[in-house]
């Protein structure tokens, strides 16, 4: 279970939402600039809200009033940027165990062959990222989060550069390796076609939620009824 409830103020914006989900897969969806990749990022630990307390699977991972922040390392999140933030001077195989310990050891090398596998870059262990297509970079960038078995994985527009055909491709290869891991996601999306792959959802609209159909949603104000 995923239970968010934060307040972040910036100039002329305020993020302020509150959920609860216990989806395999659970969709922040909205416009641009409406809070989503914020409310990603905190719970990544990337940003600290000002006010609010996150938790998964009933550990605390940021509390303003106790004064607990985990560090992202520490948070055992997987979290795969927009932008991928793939390592331009390291191959395939390097880029998926960069966040292994002890990554040279046999066992990390396996589990760096295996993930490359599950994700369909096998051959392709020795290229760098710009021999890659997008989708190959987007494989890459999920591999590399879900090497680390992480309680939860964090998709911030993961199709969001790529075209339709390659989106629905990769939508689906999603769909599958969730099914055959067993992880579990907060996908930020603005694309409706999005939502096949969630089990729950929230509306996103100038730094609140509008709409949701998880657990619980809201703000500091009353939400709408979820659909």
Excluded: C, W
Excluded at 21 to 49: C, E, F, N, Y
Excluded at 195 to 200: F, I, K, N, S
């Amino acid at each position: 279970m995923l239970d968010v409830a934060i307040t972040k103020r910036y100039p002329g914006f305020t993020l302020d939402v509150r959920f609860t989900t216990h989806a395999a897969i659970t969709a922040l969806i909205g416009p641009s600039g409406s809070g989503k990749s914020q409310t990603v990022r905190a719970v990544a630990g990337a940003m600290r809200p000002d006010r609010g307390r996150i938790a998964l699977d009933g550990d605390v991972l940021f509390d303003a009033e106790l004064g607990v922040d985990i560090p992202p390392q520490d948070r055992h999140v997987g979290y795969v940027p927009q932008n991928y933030a793939l390592f331009p001077h390291l191959d395939v195989s390097r880029n998926v165990g960069f966040g292994l310990r002890r990554a040279r050891s046999r066992e990390a090398r396996e589990r760096v062959s295996q993930m490359i596998a599950s994700v369909g870059l096998g051959g392709l262990e020795h290229r760098a990222p710009r021999q890659l297509s997008g989708g190959q970079q987007q494989r890459v960038a999920l591999a590399r989060a879900l090497v680390l078995q992480p309680r939860m994985l964090l998709l911030d527009e993961p199709f969001a550069a790529l075209d339709a055909q390659i989106r629905g491709a990769l939508r689906q290869e999603l769909a599958d390796l969730q099914a055959r891991l067993g992880f579990r996601a907060l996908l930020v999306t603005h694309d409706p076609e999005d939502l096949v792959l969630a089990g729950e959802r929230f509306v996103y609209e100038s730094g609140q939620i509008m709409e949701g159909n998880g657990a619980s949603a809201g703000a500091s104000r009353p939400a709408a009824q979820g659909t």
